[in-house]
């Protein structure tokens, strides 16, 4: 399969029965995540805002959902979707969680803000 170029030729390359959530799932990022942008990624949806955000793809019995939680409020709403490597695996045999998912999104959003006021604080130092 030839890598897609756009998140709307990932999702109509995917399986007919999976695209809905796969839908529903960019709907739930990108409500929660407006300003992000949208992009291909290591072959699989990405969102970025201050740098990555959060990336999925579809799989055959679940959709991976890939950010690390750092946020220990977090840990325990998503604990039963826990994949490897932090990653998350949302079967499909079940409703997606799209409040876990806005949640996990905006947690990404201030990390990523932390992280660049910090980067930035620190490098406007060692550059005077």
């Known amino acids: 399969m030839p890598v897609p170029q756009s998140v709307d030729e990932y999702i109509a390359c995917a ?3 999976v695209r809905p959530a796969l839908q529903a799932i960019r709907a739930t990022v990108r409500e929660a995540a407006p300003t992000a942008e949208e992009r291909i990624s290591y072959r ?3 969102y970025f805002l201050d740098g990555a955000l959060v990336y999925f793809a579809a799989f055959k ?3 991976g959902f890939y950010p690390p939680v750092r946020d220990a409020s977090l840990k325990p709403l998503v604990a039963r979707y826990a994949g490897p490597k932090g990653n998350f695996q949302f079967p499909l045999s079940e409703p997606i969680p799209h409040a876990a998912i806005g949640r996990i999104v905006k947690a990404r959003i201030e990390e990523n ?3 660049k ?3 930035g604080k ?3 130092k060692s550059g005077e």
């Open 15 to 17: 399986p007919a029965e």
């Open 44 to 46: 699989m949806p990405a």
């Open 113 to 115: 803000r932390v992280r």
């Open 122 to 124: 620190a490098t406007s």
């Open 117 to 119: 006021a910090a980067g």
């Open 61 to 63: 019995r679940h959709i």
